[in-house]
């Protein structure tokens, strides 16, 4: 895996620079993870291989404004590793919860030729009445990395708290795509908070595409969140 140490610390730099700049107007929260599968949308971008993450989050003091840096390793084009930039707002209104964020990707190392970079924009709107919850996620980029131009993902989301550690929820979603194939996702599954900062999420993904390779494959996925 061609995973380099200068671009993980570049992605952790980004972060620390203004962190002294906005220390009396906000907080940085850093969180760290890993997978038995990359799993996007309810297809893998790791080839079905492990995965890590990080992300480094700094918030104002309502947690209103929120921006930073993250980066995951992938298998796509020749690179190993997707690093990114972004931020967004959290508005509330008429008793939903709003996320608005815009993020800019690059994947580094890949093949020559190979289009590396893309933006991303997207609206969450959610909505919790004891221990039901629901979302609904619409993302879309104008030029996708890689072959793919324009795409657009709507998804509905319903997840159910049996207690404070235990969450199930389940998603549905469509991407329609430009020079690529559509297909509808899904996936169903288990989060179990080890501790307050430690979490385990145990997922099923699958979609309704009959293209070939281990990226469209139905898979079990397991990954475990650290948030510090």
């Known amino acids: 895996m061609r995973l380099t140490v200068t671009a993980l610390a ?30 996007s949308k309810d297809i893998s971008k790791s080839d079905g291989e492990a995965f890590v993450w990080g992300e480094a989050l700094w ?20 690179s190993d590793l997707e690093v990114e930039l972004g931020g967004g707002i959290r508005p509330q209104w008429a ?5 608005l964020n815009a ?21 969450d709107m959610k909505r919790a ?19 793919v131009k324009a795409w657009t993902w709507v998804a509905a989301r319903a997840g159910w708290d049996f207690s ?33 900062d430690l979490e385990l999420d145990v997922r099923w993904h699958g979609n309704d595409s009959d293209m070939p390779g281990e990226q469209y494959k139905e898979a079990l996925v397991a990954g475990i969140a650290y948030a510090f």
């Open 164 to 196: 404070d550690k235990l969450t199930a929820t389940a998603e549905i979603g469509r991407r329609d795509q430009d020079n690529s194939v559509d297909y509808t996702g899904y996936n169903i599954g288990v989060a179990y908070a080890l501790t307050k």
């Open 10 to 39: 570049l992605v952790f730099a980004t972060a620390a620079l203004p962190a002294s700049a906005m220390a009396q107007t906000g907080s940085w929260n850093l969180s760290v993870g890993a997978g038995t599968d990359n799993r």
């Open 59 to 78: 918030e104002n003091d309502s947690g209103f404004f929120y921006a930073g840096p993250a980066f995951e390793t992938i298998k796509s084009g020749g």
């Open 129 to 147: 009445i004891g221990p039901a919850s629901a979302r609904l996620r619409v993302q879309h980029s104008p030029d996708g990395a890689g072959s």
């Open 103 to 123: 993020t800019h990707k690059w994947r580094l190392d890949s093949n020559p030729g190979v289009d590396d970079k893309a933006w991303e924009f997207t609206a």
């Open 95 to 99: 008793g939903f919860d709003f996320d």
